[in-house]
Nanobody, 124 residues
Framework: QVQLVESGGGLVQAGDSLRLSCAAS????????MGWFRQAPGKEREFVSA????????YYADSVKGRFTISRDNAKNMVYLQLSSLKPEDTAGYYC?????????????????WGQGTQVTVAS
C-alpha cells in the first residue's frame, strides 16, 4: 500500500510558475513509476507527465512539453512537477499516481495509487 499526498497548488497569474510536490509513504517508493494527471471540471482526467523508477526516463503530454518538468527524489520519497509559463488552460486539479509497470503511462488505468489532488488555478 502506498499513500500519496500532493501539495503546492494555488492561484497564480498566466506566465507564473508553481512547483507541485507529492509525498509518498508506505511500501518502497523507488519501485513505482510515478505520474501526474490533471482534471478540469466537466473533463476527463488527462495525462500530464510520468517518470521512471530511477528518474532516468521522463514522459510528457504534448500540451505541457517544454513548460513542465517532472522529477523525483527516491531518498525522500518525493515526486515533483515544476510548472512554468502557466496558461489559463492549465487550470485543473492535479493528481499524483503510482504504478508498478512502466507501460501505457498516459492512461489513468493501471495506476494503483492516487493522491487526493491539489488545485491549480491560472488567471488570465
Amino acid at each position: 500500500q502506498v499513500q500519496l499526498v500532493e501539495s503546492g497548488g494555488g492561484l497564480v497569474q498566466a506566465g507564473d510558475s508553481l512547483r507541485l510536490s507529492c509525498a509518498a509513504s508506505g511500501r518502497t517508493f523507488s519501485g513505482y513509476v510515478m505520474g501526474w494527471f490533471r482534471q478540469a471540471p466537466g473533463k476527463e482526467r488527462e495525462f500530464v507527465s510520468a517518470i521512471s523508477r530511477s528518474g532516468g526516463n521522463t514522459y510528457y503530454a504534448d500540451s505541457v512539453k517544454g513548460r513542465f518538468t517532472i522529477s523525483r527524489d527516491n531518498a525522500k520519497n518525493m515526486v515533483y512537477l515544476q510548472l512554468s509559463s502557466l496558461k489559463p488552460e492549465d487550470t485543473a486539479g492535479y493528481y499524483c499516481a503510482g504504478k508498478t509497470a512502466e507501460l501505457v503511462l498516459s492512461s489513468p488505468t493501471g495506476y494503483n495509487y492516487w493522491g487526493q489532488g491539489t488545485q491549480v488555478t491560472v488567471a488570465s
